[in-house]
């Protein structure tokens, strides 16, 4: 959107919250005079808390593209803590090719590019206000990015993080270290969970709830017992669950109270021949009992009828989330979960 598109998006959203404020509620002349008299004639007379509550209305794209680069009052409107409270880059995805190596994925110069200069001029316009950080689960971040971008929001309190393929054991963990408020994690499931959660552990004492996409193996979830026994809400939605590991979590986390398996599949291996993967069509008695201590424990089993049911068993717990409709992902059944 160009400066003009904006600036007349702007002068009706200012008519309008002059009408709201109800200045025209009255017939009396004095009342039309004095709606007359504070309409704005020139852009840097409009008050600042007039602007901030339009821009709440902007794109963090048109905010830093457009809005902030008009003149100075602009840009201290768009400076202002609340803009910035959230920062959501869910939209914004990486165009890149798979290629046979790791990181497996070759991620095009100008997307690359585009996406540190939205951080920098996110990062100079929040203060280090922001709370709350979402990216997009196909977004190829780099170590660099990561960690520019952990430096300039240290109080954190929920993270939503992209695909690994670029970020490296030290991005992360030096993330995590500087995130000592983080209270909630989203993230893509991880071959050696251990480091991660160990730096959880360790830096961020008010974390509580987290999220796996992806498969969730016996081992992540003994490290998870062992380095996050304390943790309130979990959930390994559209996720290929082993039975033991589910078992595990439901003995291992005395304090879990929300556990959300929405359209997973329980995956055991037959005694007869280990290497024999069986899908679990039905949740059995002992784990609805180990589960009914829980404040809410969140299901679907209907592989027959629900289509993400059939998609997560079709994917093999992997979901590819690139094939099915645009912020699908974004979906929890836990409310403080869903974007």
Avoid at 125 to 148: A, E, M, P, V
Avoid at 194 to 211: D, M, R, S, V
Avoid at 306 to 321: A, H, K, P, Y
């Amino acid at each position: 959107m160009v400066i003009r598109d904006l600036c007349r998006v702007i002068r009706f959203h200012c008519d309008q919250i002059w009408e709201c404020q109800e200045i025209r509620s009255g017939t009396s002349r004095k009342m039309e005079e004095e709606y007359e008299s504070r309409r704005v004639r020139r852009w840097e007379e409009l008050d600042t808390d007039i602007l901030v509550r339009i821009f709440q209305k902007f794109s963090v794209f048109e905010l830093t593209s457009g809005l902030a680069h008009v003149c100075r009052g602009w840009r201290a409107a768009c400076c202002d803590p609340i803009l910035w409270k959230t920062l959501d880059l869910s939209h914004m995805r990486s165009s890149f090719i798979k290629i046979p190596l790791e990181p497996y994925v070759y991620v095009e110069r100008r997307s690359d590019e585009a996406l540190t200069r939205i951080l920098k001029l996110s990062m100079n316009l929040s203060g280090g206000n922001t709370r709350t950080l979402i990216f997009h689960f196909n977004l190829f971040l780099s170590d660099d990015q990561l960690t520019y971008t952990a430096e300039r929001c240290p109080g954190l309190r929920r993270v939503v993080l992209p695909a690994w393929n670029r970020i490296k054991k030290t991005g992360i963990c030096k993330a995590i270290r500087i995130w000592k408020d983080l209270e909630s994690l989203t993230m893509p499931s991880i071959a050696n969970p251990p480091y991660l959660l160990t730096e959880i552990a360790k830096n961020c004492k008010n974390f509580k709830e987290l999220k796996i996409m992806g498969p969730f193996e016996i081992f992540f979830a003994n490290t998870l017992i062992t380095c996050l026994p304390n943790l309130k809400t979990l959930s390994l939605r559209c996720s290929a669950i082993k039975r033991e590991a589910l078992m595990k979590i439901l003995d291992g986390l005395p304090d879990l109270e929300v556990l959300n398996i929405s359209h997973s599949h329980l995956v055991e291996y037959s005694g007869w021949q280990p290497q024999q993967k069986v899908i679990v069509r039905e949740l059995d008695k002992t784990i609805m009992e180990k589960a009914s201590r829980l404040k809410r424990f969140l299901t679907c089993m209907e592989h027959k009828t629900c289509v993400m049911c059939q998609r997560t068993e079709n994917d093999e717990g992997i979901v590819r989330w690139y094939k099915y409709e645009e912020g699908e992902w974004k979906v929890d059944e836990v409310s403080s979960l869903h974007l």
